[in-house]
Nanobody, 111 residues
Framework: QAQLVESGGGLVQAGGSLRLSCVVS????????MGWYRQPPGKQREWVAS???????NYADSVKGRFTISRDSAKNTLYLQMNSLEPEDTAVYYC?????WGKGTLVTVSS
C-alpha cells in the first residue's frame, strides 16, 4: 500500500535551517511528480515546491531562493532543505505524490 512518511520537523530560530525527509513507498516513488505542501496554523494548505519525474523543480514565490526540493531514488526519499527560515514558515509540512499524502511534520520557527 502506498505510503509517505515525513520526518525532520522541529523548533528552530529565525534564520536557521531544517531538512525535511519523506520516505515514499516503492510502488509510487518515481512514477509521479512529487511535492511539499504546508498548512500554517489557522490557514489552508498551500503548495510549497514540486519536483517532476524528470527532476524539474518549481517553488512558491514565498520560498524561492530559500528552499530546495530534491530526491534520492536509491533511498526512495524526497527532501526539502529549508534555509533562512522565517516565523511565517511555521506550519505542518506534508509530502505528496499524486493522490497520496503523508501525515505531516510540524515546523515551528521562533522569532
Amino acid at each position: 500500500q502506498a505510503q509517505l512518511v515525513e520526518s525532520g520537523g522541529g523548533l528552530v530560530q529565525a534564520g536557521g535551517s531544517l531538512r525535511l525527509s519523506c520516505v515514499v513507498s516503492r510502488d509510487i516513488f518515481g512514477f509521479y511528480d512529487m511535492g511539499w505542501y504546508r498548512q500554517p496554523p489557522g490557514k489552508q494548505r498551500e503548495w510549497v515546491a514540486s519536483i517532476t519525474t524528470r527532476s524539474t523543480t518549481n517553488y512558491a514565490d514565498s520560498v524561492k531562493g530559500r528552499f530546495t526540493i530534491s530526491r534520492d531514488s536509491a533511498k526512495n526519499t524526497l527532501y526539502l532543505q529549508m534555509n533562512s527560515l522565517e516565523p511565517e514558515d511555521t506550519a505542518v509540512y506534508y509530502c505528496n505524490a499524486w493522490k497520496y499524502w503523508g501525515k505531516g511534520t510540524l515546523v515551528t520557527v521562533s522569532s
